[in-house]
């Protein structure tokens, strides 16, 4: 049986409609996808990510053990800073892609819901003794995420004060309805953002705190589907649909934010060490810009000159770009963007083209009438 977010009821009596994600009962839309899409990238939206999973580590050992285990620097960090990193299993595959904020007595840890059920445990198994301590917060905080061009302005503007956050996964503490919330930078989209961790029982009053404050700006509720197309169109992969425990993290292209390669030894560490200094990934994640309307469907069979050379992890229809793209693994010999590649779907062969990332987005100053597709 699916669990529902914690505002379900709300969303529920707000008109959304409702899929089904990892376990979950999460919104699909509020209103239709092209105009949450549109609101995500002329002004900004809010998002319910409240499925995703909150940890907590506690102790004095903290920082040392969680160094040991990812694949970031975390003894780098400083008090209100954070990084992005993952989780390797020994084999060097992804047990869970993390975003770690360093407050003054504690690491948090935020993961998408996916890798939700297997962190808390994957990581107990390295905890010794009971240093450091590992807190599941998952039942008593939720998160947020306002994201858009505007996004910026109006947490200041919500704020009465500039925001001190520079560098991605900076964090700080402030007060949003008379409750208290971690504010952090995470870009979810290419416009950029902001993650709200909040404890579960003021999430109402942050949640129509954020949105009455937004109103006049054109800020909404958006749902898994528009937010969906602009985290394609940003080329930033997702745990539990572009990378999973049999991925290597360097395939994904973590590389570029999530990845040390001089901190030392941590949990997976060989393998990565050994495919950076003495070889390649077979595979790399890519972008599709695809010759038609219609998305393509996750699993669908990549083929080159009649030879199966990837598969699609994600698609969906642009309204920006006036075309369905993808996201998908290719193997590395064809990864050459302009490669005319072909995707086997449902619908029959699609014609595709491998695609810089994040993918080139039009002017914005007119929409025109670009026909509504929902991602599948």
């Known amino acids: 049986m699916s669990k529902k977010l914690p505002l379900h009821d709300i969303h529920e009596a707000a008109g959304a409609k409702f899929m089904q994600l990892f376990g979950w009962q999460v919104v699909r839309s509020f209103s239709s996808v092209h105009s949450e899409y549109w ?8 998002i319910d990510l409240s499925c995703s999973g909150i940890f907590e580590l506690k102790g004095d050992d903290r920082t040392r053990f969680l160094h040991g285990m990812v694949t970031n620097d975390i003894k780098s960090l400083t008090a209100d800073g954070g990084c992005h990193a993952a989780f390797l299993s020994p084999q060097g595959r992804m047990t869970a892609d993390l975003h770690v904020f360093c407050a003054e007595d504690s690491l948090i840890l935020t993961t998408e819901p996916a890798a939700r059920e297997r962190l808390g445990p994957a990581l107990r198994k390295y905890i010794i003794g009971d240093r450091p301590v590992l807190i599941d917060r998952s039942e008593d905080l939720a998160l947020l995420s306002l994201q858009g061009p505007k996004a910026t302005e109006l947490l200041a503007c919500m704020l009465s004060q500039p925001l001190p956050l520079k560098l991605s ?13 971690r504010i952090c930078r995470v870009d979810r989209t290419r416009a950029g953002g902001y993650d709200f961790i909040v404890e579960r029982q003021n999430l109402p009053l942050v949640w129509h705190l954020i949105l009455e404050s937004g109103k006049n700006e054109g ?26 425990e049999h991925t290597l993290p360097i395939e994904a292209g973590l590389e570029k934010d999530a990845i040390s390669f001089n901190k030392g030894c941590y949990i997976g560490q060989e393998s990565v060490a050994r495919i950076t200094y003495r ?12 010759s038609g309307n219609q998305p393509v469907s996750k699993g669908d069979k990549i083929s080159k000159d009649g030879q199966e050379v990837g598969w699609v992890t994600s ?10 793209i993808a996201l998908g693994y290719l193997r590395r010999e064809v990864l050459e963007p302009g490669t005319a590649v072909s995707i086997e779907s449902t619908d029959g062969g699609v014609d595709a083209e491998v695609t810089p990332l994040p993918f ?14 929902l991602p599948r």
């Open 39 to 46: 609101a995500l990238q002329e002004s900004a939206a809010l």
């Open 360 to 373: 080139h987005h039009h002017s914005t100053s007119v929409r025109g009438a670009a026909n509504e597709r």
């Open 315 to 324: 698609s969906a229809y642009s309204p920006n770009l006036k075309i369905a």
């Open 279 to 290: 070889g390649h990934v077979n595979r790399k994640l890519v972008g599709l810009s695809l």
């Open 219 to 244: 800020v909404q509720p958006v749902g898994f589907e528009s937010f969906n197309v602009h985290r394609i169109e940003a080329g930033i992969p997702w745990y539990g649909l572009d990378m999973d």
């Open 169 to 181: 996964y900076d964090h700080f503490e402030a007060t949003l309805a008379g409750a208290k919330t």
